[in-house]
């Protein structure tokens, strides 16, 4: 069974970096797609990127400018890098597996999602 | 980006009976790449429902997908207690993907 758990400090300061790391366990991260996603409290999901097992990604353009998303097939770990944080990024960030290989993948497996909270 | 409208926001019914979930996008949705995921308060989004119409893993009988193009439903044949949950659509065929709002399920 595919497990994903996400780590990484629960608190940022207004614009410095927010990073988190992704674990996976239970299978390996070569051959899938892994995203990450954000819920603000209360409201929607929205898809921040993905990277695939071979280091290329996409990210949502509302974003780009601020997101690096790496993966270390070595530790079956990917990683989400968000600079410049302000006050609107803080929300429960989740990562997730795409379900097959393919580029048009839903995500079928996804980590419990870690809050992280801006604020100084 | 494609931006997907759910209705209602809200749907109140009783156990056994019939609920209906639309997902409306503001252009065709390619491939019928649309999924449906089931989110209970607290925990991650559950993968429910994919390329349009096909149940996902474990995934009980009682949910089903339909539509293409710009409309796609989600029915859930006989609610049971432990459906109440907000229902989210999202597009996985044009990037960046997107998700909807969101329709809440409630059980009377």
């Known amino acids: 069974q595919v497990q994903l758990q996400e780590s990484g400090p629960g608190l940022v300061k207004p614009s410095e970096t927010l990073s988190l790391t992704c674990t996976v366990s239970g299978g390996s991260i070569s051959s899938y797609y892994w995203s990450w996603i954000r819920q603000p409290p209360g409201k929607e999901l929205e898809w921040i990127g993905y990277v695939y097992y071979s280091g290329s990604t996409n990210y949502n353009p509302s974003l780009k400018s601020r997101v690096t998303i790496s993966v270390d097939t070595s530790k079956n770990q990917f990683s989400l890098d968000l600079t410049s944080v302000t006050a609107a990024d803080t929300a429960v960030y989740y990562c997730?597996?795409?379900?097959?290989?393919?580029?048009?993948?839903?995500?079928?497996?996804w980590g419990q999602g870690t809050l992280v909270t801006v604020s100084s | 980006e494609i931006v997907l409208t759910q209705s209602p926001g809200t749907l109140s019914l009783s156990p056994g009976e019939r609920a209906t979930l639309s997902c409306r996008a503001s252009?065709?949705?390619?491939?019928?790449?649309l999924a449906w995921y089931q989110q209970k308060p607290g925990q991650a989004p559950r993968l429910l429902i994919y390329?349009?119409?096909s149940r996902a893993t474990g995934i009980p009988d009682r949910f089903s997908g339909s539509g293409s193009g710009t409309d796609f439903t989600l029915t859930i044949s006989r609610l049971e207690p432990e459906d109440l949950a907000v229902y989210y659509c999202?597009?996985?065929?044009?990037?960046?993907?997107?998700f909807g709002q969101g329709t809440k399920v409630e059980i009377k």
């Open positions: 390329g349009a119409s």
């Open positions: 999202q597009q996985y065929g044009t990037s960046p993907w997107t």
């Open positions: 997730a597996r795409g379900r097959s290989g393919s580029y048009h993948s839903p995500f079928d497996y």
């Open positions: 252009q065709s949705v390619s491939g019928s790449y």
